[in-house]
């Protein structure tokens, strides 16, 4: 188990390092109401990289980080524990790769609702930027500060203004930014929601994660065996090449991902906390897709799809290399 979560955590890391801007990209493109700010993608790196710099494309990055070695490690350490459990004689049955899915995406998300909840606060604020203004809601509006217009700036945002409070628009000729951390944002919720406000859109995380599971490793065992000899379900680390098990990971997670994206749409709407002037907010699941189905149409359950697709593949790509790399165990041969 040690050598699972080593494995699981470095591959974590690393996958989040390389797509971070991209899963930036999805989770803007998904909250857009409205008025479209971002045409697509590219739009929105480019915007992003204007407004906020290079590094804003990293806007909640370090939350991200941290977490998701825990949150890697349990899915992908308890994915084959489960396998080993439910494996008679070396073989394991579809039923059995389904259920293992099941229960890795089910342990995954007492990790997984509050790093997604602090990482969407984070990385939605330079949206509200862009668009001009912002609706102030809750205790978190102490979060926020108003600064001068973009075009009186030289250099980069400083939090030194005075947060508004209550229910209120933007001035004329003021913007609007986000500077807290991952931490004060905790804190606050801590303070004011107590330990479930940490847990916001717990069921939605659930419905994304459990179906993904459910499809993304039956159908990466599948494809990470393909072309291999003997049985489909034993040590698969003994017969996958690291570029097979990356192709793999890449596939099955983009198909995985693009499936459930409906799901995603919904739990980014219901974990952010701030809504731009005229934006919904959303009492629960239903609520949620029942507002967007009739305001917004059918397709908008698919915002974001190319951009999480581009963000899950090469993310569990490299999360299966890695982690069939066996960077774990050569660790803890290290350690003695």
């Known amino acids: 188990l040690p050598a699972k979560l080593i494995n699981g955590g470095v591959a974590g ?44 494309m990293y806007r909640g990055a370090a939350v991200n980080l941290t977490l998701v070695t825990p949150e890697k490690a349990i899915k992908l350490a308890s994915n084959d524990i489960f396998r080993q459990y439910l494996s008679h004689d070396g073989k394991l049955p579809l039923w059995g790769e389904i259920l293992a899915g099941c229960g890795a995406g089910t342990c995954q998300v007492v990790v997984t609702t509050p790093m997604e909840m602090l990482k969407i606060q984070l990385q939605d604020a330079g949206r509200l930027v862009e668009d001009g203004v912002i609706q102030w809601c809750g205790s978190i509006e102490a979060l926020y500060v108003s600064i001068p217009p973009v075009a009186q700036r030289s250099g980069p945002v ?39 406000g940490l847990y916001r859109g717990i069921g939605a995380t ?6 993904f599971s459910m499809i ?9 065996a393909v072309g291999r000899k003997g049985d489909l379900h034993g040590n698969l680390r003994d017969r996958a090449s690291f570029l097979q098990s990356f192709m793999a990971g890449c596939a099955a997670g983009s198909v995985a991902a693009v499936t459930v994206t409906p799901l995603d749409v919904i739990k ?7 809504k731009g002037v005229g934006e919904d907010s959303y009492r629960g699941i239903i609520d949620c897709t029942r507002r967007i189905l009739s305001r917004e149409g059918l397709l908008a359950f698919l915002k974001g799809a190319t951009c999480r697709a581009l963000v899950i593949a090469p993310l569990f790509g490299i999360a299966q290399g890695v982690y069939f790399l066996g960077i774990g165990e050569h660790v803890m041969e290290l350690l003695g």
């Open 206 to 211: 659930l419905l994304r994660d459990i179906p």
């Open 13 to 56: 890391l690393v996958g989040v390092t390389c797509v971070f801007p991209i899963d930036l990209a999805k989770t803007r493109l998904q909250n857009q109401q409205g008025a479209r700010v971002y045409s697509g993608m590219l739009d929105c790196l480019t915007k992003t990289v204007r407004m906020e710099g290079y590094f804003g």
């Open 216 to 224: 993304y490793f039956p159908l990466f065992a599948k494809l990470n």
């Open 268 to 274: 980014t709407r219901i974990q952010t906390l701030q």
């Open 158 to 196: 400083s939090a030194s203004a005075p947060a508004p409070t209550g229910s209120q628009a933007v001035q004329p000729g003021h913007t609007t930014t986000y500077r807290p951390s991952g931490l004060s944002i905790t804190l606050e919720l801590l303070r004011t929601k107590g330990f479930k």
